[in-house]
């Protein structure tokens, strides 16, 4: 089915891609998902492949474009979007295609099946989807990242949680479902961040992401690149928490509460090899 608002400027050639995908808004404190979309982005040769046109999607009252200008002095207007692109991974089972820009405000149904047009077209294998939200963990710990998967088959195999949410949602979730009718397995990671930073991008939250990420599908993030920016970030916050006593003996609370609970990323086992063992399974059906 062509979809009018997804624009293609070329088809790529991809092997077995897991398509990636985030968006800014109400799933994305922190910055946190759209971050660890754009930290792939930039660690791969990436090439745009499609562009969702903003005309249709956007309250322009409530999601105003930007005007810059550009290196030769020309003003520009910078309108709120989707793209995807594709990069090949060297050494990877998989390729991958990113989609990323801003949730819409407007005609889901038709914004989630272009997103899902771009799957099918490129022929992904899995979709994962990246979630943030303000949560009580502290600053000076690493996040933990939930993942849930409405396929039993994939929740079960990779010890994942299946949805169990019913209230309002985000365009995420309303993507979720116009994928399970496609039967395109997809896997959501969401990170919590701290309540009480708002604002700016988390380092911290998006290297959480990117660790997962890399346990899943099984290529390299380049998450370790993200230390000094964590460190300064941690800094600036620590500061900034230090001014207030009762904010900062309650940081010492999350942090003691983490401290007990948190198991380590080690013990969730070859997670790339139990998704690569379900998709030749599916692949083979």
Not at 15 to 30: C, K, N, T, V, Y
Not at 51 to 64: G, P, S, V
Request: net charge negative.
């Amino acid at each position: 089915m062509v979809v009018s608002e997804l624009e293609w400027s070329t088809r790529p050639d991809v092997q077995r891609p897991i398509l990636l995908a985030a968006f800014e808004g109400w799933f994305d404190a922190g910055e946190a998902a759209t971050g660890a979309i754009d930290w792939i982005t930039q660690l791969y040769e990436t090439e745009p492949i499609a562009y969702i046109d903003a005309e249709t999607f956007f309250d322009f009252q409530q999601q105003r474009p930007l005007i810059h200008f550009d290196d030769q002095g020309h003003r520009q207007i910078e309108w709120p979007h989707s793209k995807a692109t594709a990069a090949n991974i060297e050494g990877a089972n998989h390729d991958v295609v990113l989609v990323s820009g801003v949730e819409p405000h407007l005609r889901w149904n038709t914004f989630t099946e272009s997103v899902t047009e771009i799957a099918s077209v490129v022929g992904a294998e899995l979709v994962v989807t990246l979630g943030s939200n303000y949560g009580t963990v502290p600053h000076t710990r690493p996040p933990e990242v939930v993942g849930s998967s409405t396929n039993r088959s994939l929740a079960s195999r990779l010890g994942l949680g299946e949805p169990s949410y019913q209230g309002p949602t985000g365009v995420i979730g309303a993507l979720h479902q116009r994928l399970d009718d496609a039967e395109i397995p997809v896997i959501s990671l969401r990170v919590n961040t701290p309540h009480y930073v708002q604002g700016g991008h988390n380092p911290n939250a998006t290297q959480a992401l990117l660790r997962r990420l890399e346990l899943i599908c099984g290529f390299d993030t380049d998450a370790a690149g993200l230390d000094e920016e964590i460190v300064a970030w941690q800094n600036r916050v620590t500061e900034a928490v230090s001014e207030d006593v009762e904010v900062s003996q309650y940081v010492v609370m999350l942090e003691q509460q983490v401290d007990e609970s948190v198991e380590p990323l080690g013990g969730l086992g070859d997670l790339a090899a139990e998704v690569e063992a379900f998709l030749r399974e599916r692949n083979d059906e």
